[in-house]
């Protein structure tokens, strides 16, 4: 799986929008981006993915350069319970040795201040 | 639906004692796989489990296992416990979803202390 680079920790005002960034200059043609988060003490929760086009679903929006070495993940208005790391993760769907593994790195921490 | 469940929540073992954690997934999810979190190392996966079979396993020594149910209910297995064992494991539970997923979602944790 490509490896995926990060910012350690972001801060975000509450209301606003929070741009995580992702890098993964070295993604291959199958291998999807994913999006988790882990609040304190819970398990991940999954946010978003994408392959090449733009996503959006309930929770945030995707943005994928058309290179695809890099993404954005937007949560549109902060609250603050979106207090938590943020994971991106590169996975293949191609089987073999992707089945079910997610290759976590160390995240981003966001904190929403109120 | 209810999500994925695991038990127990919290276990407390001591050293050489062998422990088997529980899940259970979404309801329709054939495919299980586990992670072992801890404060040094992260998130790491262990194994996958898809129809009974293991699928894919991570780089964990052998004392780590696990088995997965007809009705796709796992367990997984570490014998002769460790203090270096002590961690959060997680679940997670996919559908097969093509070539379009599959995400995973997660169950709570068991947290796992060896003294």
């Known amino acids: 799986d490509a490896k995926t680079t990060q910012p350690t920790s972001m801060d975000c005002a509450e209301g606003r929008a929070a741009n995580l960034p992702c890098n993964h200059s070295?993604?291959?043609?199958?291998?999807?981006v994913y999006w988790y988060r882990q609040i304190h003490s819970q398990g991940p929760q999954y946010i978003i993915h994408?392959?090449?086009n733009n996503e959006t679903n309930e929770m945030a929006s995707l943005i994928i350069t058309e290179d695809r070495k890099s993404s954005t993940l937007i949560l549109p208005h902060a609250t603050l319970r979106d207090t938590a790391v943020y994971y991106c993760?590169?996975?293949?769907?191609?089987?073999?040795?992707?089945?079910?593994?997610?290759?976590f790195g160390q995240g981003t921490i966001l904190t929403v201040h109120p | 639906k209810a999500g994925v469940t695991q038990t127990p929540r919290y276990l407390i073992k001591t050293r050489g004692q062998q422990v088997t954690l529980s899940c259970s997934p979404i309801?329709?999810?054939?495919?299980v796989s586990w992670y072992q979190q801890t404060p040094g190392q992260g998130l790491q996966f262990l194994f996958e489990?898809?129809?009974?079979?293991?699928?894919n396993k991570g780089n964990f020594p052998g004392r780590f296992s696990g088995r997965q149910f007809s009705n796709s209910r796992s367990e997984m297995n570490v014998s002769t416990l460790e203090l270096g064992d002590s961690a959060l494991y997680l679940c997670?539970?996919?559908?097969?979803?093509?070539?379009?997923?599959?995400?995973?979602?997660f169950g709570p944790g068991t947290r796992l202390t060896v003294t």
């Open positions: 309801s329709g999810h054939r495919s």
């Open positions: 997670a539970s996919s559908s097969l979803a093509g070539e379009t997923g599959p995400e995973q979602y």
């Open positions: 070295t993604i291959s043609g199958n291998e999807y």
């Open positions: 994408g392959l090449k």
């Open positions: 993760i590169v996975s293949s769907t191609a089987g073999g040795t992707s089945y079910g593994k997610l290759t």
């Open positions: 489990y898809f129809s009974e079979t293991q699928r």
